[in-house]
């Protein structure tokens, strides 16, 4: 199947620094990312929606110049959270999905993000 | 906006049991119907999938069922095995500007004790 990479696996920052995290289709070709955050023993949250080439679609709640998401290529997606506070230490999740119109979503491995 | 739910928050078996995990969703819409599984601190995984055009789906162990008119469908595992447990979450889908994005429920812990 396809593979989604995630980097990095963890990280650890300072309150009011920025941190960013780079989600990768390693070999296909990714018309949409999505990014998603989970708290421990909880769901998936739909943060935004990527498409390579436009502004992401945020979802209702998201801050969205707080999450900055750039979906620069067809196989890249960042996210940065700036300026992270504590209560943003979460595990962070992209998934992308390939050609348009398929059904199946290909998660990437996570960050774990622990802002001190 | 769609709404899933998911039902039992947590689920206790004894290896070799079955193993049932219900979802319910509000949007007649939705037509794909995908379950993930998700060890811990690892990523969420295919396990099956449903389209809106079938009732029913099998793949050795794992089976789903749909059922369209009532907006519920079900994950069922049989013969549990304790690598079986993990994290399971449904996800209800329709297209929406060309990408299929799900709406997912909170998940069922499922434990199987050997």
């Known amino acids: 199947g396809a593979v989604v990479s995630q980097h990095p696996s963890r990280v650890i920052c300072k309150s009011g620094t920025s941190v960013k995290i780079e989600c990768r289709s390693l070999?296909?070709?990714?018309?949409?990312m999505f990014w998603y955050r989970q708290f421990p023993k909880k769901s998936l949250m739909l943060m935004a929606t990527?498409?390579?080439?436009?502004?992401?679609?945020?979802e209702q709640g998201v801050e969205k110049d707080k999450f900055l998401i750039n979906h620069a290529s067809l196989t890249l997606s960042t996210l940065t959270v700036t300026s992270a506070h504590p209560e943003d230490s979460s595990f962070y999740i992209c998934?992308?999905?390939?050609?348009?119109?398929?059904?199946?979503?290909?998660f990437g491995p996570g960050t774990r993000l622990t802002v001190t | 906006g769609e709404n899933v739910e998911q039902h039992p928050s947590t689920l206790s078996v004894q290896e070799g049991d079955s193993a049932v995990i219900k979802c319910t969703y509000s949007?007649?819409?939705?037509?794909?119907f995908p379950w993930y599984k998700q060890e811990l601190g690892k990523r969420p995984q295919l396990i099956i999938d449903?389209?809106?055009?079938?009732g029913e789906k099998k793949d050795q162990r794992i089976a789903v069922t749909l059922n369209k008119t009532a907006k519920h469908f079900s994950l069922h595992i049989t013969e549990t095995q304790p690598e079986d447990s993990a994290v399971y979450f449904c996800?209800?889908?329709?297209?929406?500007?060309?990408?299929?994005?799900?709406?997912f429920g909170r998940g069922t812990s499922l434990i199987v004790h050997p």
């Open positions: 998934s992308a999905i390939g050609l348009a119109g398929r059904y199946e979503q290909y």
């Open positions: 070999d296909f070709q990714a018309t949409t």
């Open positions: 990527s498409n390579e080439g436009s502004k992401a679609t945020y």
């Open positions: 949007d007649s819409a939705s037509n794909y």
């Open positions: 449903i389209r809106s055009n079938v």
């Open positions: 996800a209800a889908s329709k297209s929406q500007g060309g990408s299929y994005i799900p709406t």
